[in-house]
């Protein structure tokens, strides 16, 4: 009895054995549903790239079953997702596709609001239109200046014009203070210019250059005295003659008595 009994422990000992070969040496494609157990061993997870895709880097010692049973998945979905097929090998540094990543979700904090982000605008261009206000005064002691108690200047004309000759707008200047604003123009260069009463003679330019931007307000004046202010000046009398041109006759009038005199005495003393 006991030697049977030795027999059969044998046995079985050697069937046990045989079971965990086979166990351990199974075929990759013994079982196509199949899914590797975890494993125990350390395993980093690989950082998914900028498409999504997860790359492993086959490892010294590292085989199809143990890689599929740590990444979780089926050894033939890791076959079919880096065209392995049955009997190939992998080999120390070989890249193997794991899965793809779901895109990250932005995290939600309990009660908070989404927040709009606003869309970058470029910097508007400045628009609009401006303003040119020109004043025609009376310089009463013609020194080309505006100043205090001189009055504005009427019956006299303004007008604007664009740099082509183009005409803005033309005013018949009156007794008004501020002038005359001419409104609405565009931007851009213009030529301000003025025409005095007949009665009087500028002192001051009457055609000025004038760059216009949009939102401006630009104040151009001329100035023109009246033509009796000169005349006083120069000595002229309500009768138009001139003190000067009096003296100048007076002069030459004694001028002429005194080559008469000096010519009838030469007459007298001369021989015959």
């Not at 010294?60 to 050894?75: C, N, T, Y």
């Not at 040119?132 to 310089?139: G, K, S």
């Not at 082509?164 to 260069?189: K, V």
């Not at 030459?252 to 015959?272: E, I, K, M, V």
Request: charged fraction near 20%; glycine fraction near 12%; include cysteine.
């Amino acid at each position: 009895m006991s030697h049977s009994m030795g027999r059969i422990i044998v046995m079985f000992t050697l069937l046990g054995l045989i079971g965990l070969g086979l166990a351990v040496v199974q075929p990759v494609g013994a079982s196509p549903q199949a899914r590797p157990l975890a494993q125990p061993t350390a395993f980093l997870t690989p950082t998914p790239g900028p498409d999504g895709r997860i790359i492993y880097i086959v490892q010294p010692g590292d085989s199809l079953w143990r890689i599929a049973a740590i990444a979780g998945i089926s050894v033939e979905e890791l076959m079919s997702r880096n065209g392995i097929q049955p009997g190939d090998y992998i080999t120390e540094g070989m890249e193997l596709e794991l899965g793809i990543a779901a895109p990250a979700r932005p995290t939600e904090i309990p009660g908070a609001e989404p927040t709009e982000i606003s869309p970058q605008l470029s910097p508007t261009p400045i628009s609009g239109t401006g303003e040119i206000c020109v004043l025609l005064y009376r310089d009463e002691n013609g020194d080309a200046r505006l100043d205090e108690g001189e009055e504005p200047l009427a019956d006299g004309q303004v007008s604007v014009a664009d740099v082509s000759g183009r005409l803005a707008g033309e005013h018949t200047t009156d007794t008004n203070l501020e002038g005359y604003c001419f409104q609405d123009l565009e931007r851009g260069d213009y030529n301000i210019s003025a025409a005095v009463p007949p009665d009087h003679n500028p002192t001051t330019v009457m055609n000025l250059p004038l760059r216009l931007e949009p939102g401006d307000i630009k104040y151009v004046q001329f100035g023109a005295q009246p033509s009796s202010s000169i005349q006083d000046a120069m000595g002229v009398d309500g009768g138009g003659r001139s003190t000067l041109l009096g003296l100048l006759g007076v002069f030459l009038l004694l001028a002429g008595l005194g080559l008469g005199f000096y010519a009838s005495r030469y007459r007298r003393h001369s021989p015959r």
